[in-house]
């Protein structure tokens, strides 16, 4: 997310009450999470075991917990509760502004877009040309739509991120203050769901089609023209190369790739990154070839147990 315009690190340790390591004029443009942080951005880390991630990312204002050697250009923002912070950071840049009309004033429709009565369309949204909101559509602020778009019944575009710190009392909820992109030629079918970035955008390539009650988390980017099939469930943080193929109610953990071109079979679960140009099922998925071998080999268990109970 980056800001209205930029601030100095002076101005940014003033509002979340935090010392700061540099110079009080350094610049800083923006703030995201570590796997979508640019140069100018403010990343937070909380734990030692990420000290030296965040402060070698492209990030360079670090938001930590701890007071550390600085490296040269950047500079540090040291506070007793970064993820807090980082909190405290979006609810300045980016507060909740709660609706006042069904479809926001602020909101940009395009050209012959038809929104069908009971949709909302929250703040500073952007829907393109040629695009079909069908009744009971719920689309969130600064969700950004291109043409020729379509969205079924029930679908959600920009609810919260599932992020939640694990605190001794309670868990506590990170902030979202990214948003939801919609590529052109895509269509959304009916109840789904797909989640706001907590930084950045939650990217959906062109000529992409979901079918219904499908789950997208946030921060996942899905490439150009992949089909996907009903009840998938996306967890966070994914990159869904293009063309790939996901069949029904297949479940994906956060922070993998998926290959360009890659077919995942139906009711798979996909607990690591998959190379494209190949087919997967089965859980943990993995080859075709390779899964239908292990299948073969588990039939064979009884007649070798059976035989082993013969020689006994």
């Avoid at 507060?95 to 703040?123: C, D, L, M, R, Y």
């Avoid at 988390?217 to 469930?233: E, F, K, N, W």
């Avoid at 087919?279 to 071998?293: I, L, M, N, V, W």
Wanted: charged share 20%; with cysteine; net charge negative.
């Amino acid at each position: 997310m980056k800001f209205p315009r930029p601030h100095t690190l002076e101005e940014i340790a003033t509002i979340i009450s935090s010392n700061y390591v540099g110079d009080a004029d350094f610049p800083v443009l923006g703030m995201n999470e570590i796997h979508v942080v640019q140069p100018g951005d403010i990343v937070f880390v909380d734990h030692p075991k990420y000290y030296d991630k965040a402060l070698h990312s492209q990030a360079t204002v670090i938001l930590i917990n701890k007071k550390v050697d600085c490296p040269r250009g950047k500079a540090l923002l040291v506070s007793d509760d970064p993820f807090r912070d980082f909190n405290t950071l979006t609810d300045h840049f980016r507060p909740f502004t709660p609706a006042t009309a069904v479809i926001s004033e602020s909101a940009v429709i395009g050209k012959n877009t038809v929104i069908q009565p009971n949709a909302f369309v929250g703040n500073n949204v952007v829907i393109g040309d040629n695009c079909t909101i069908h009744s009971n559509v719920c689309i969130y602020d600064h969700t950004v739509i291109g043409d020729n778009v379509t969205i079924h019944s029930g679908s959600v575009l920009g609810a919260d991120a599932f992020y939640y710190k694990n605190r001794p009392e309670k868990f506590d909820k990170l902030l979202s203050g990214g948003n939801v992109v919609i590529k052109d030629n895509v269509d959304i079918g009916a109840l789904c769901t797909i989640d706001k970035g907590v930084s950045a955008s939650t990217i959906i390539g062109e000529g992409t089609k979901l079918d219904n009650q499908v789950h997208v988390g946030h921060d996942t980017v899905i490439g150009s023209r992949c089909l996907i099939a009903s009840q998938v469930g996306i967890a966070g943080c994914v990159l869904i190369e293009d063309f790939v193929t996901i069949w029904g109610q297949v479940g994906i953990t956060s922070g993998i790739t998926i290959g360009e071109k890659a077919i995942i079979s139906a009711q798979s679960g996909v607990s690591k990154s998959l190379p494209g140009h190949k087919s997967y099922f089965g859980t943990p998925a993995d080859e075709f070839r390779k899964k239908y071998k292990e299948l073969a080999s588990i039939r064979l268990i009884p007649d070798i147990i059976d035989k082993l109970d013969k020689i006994q």
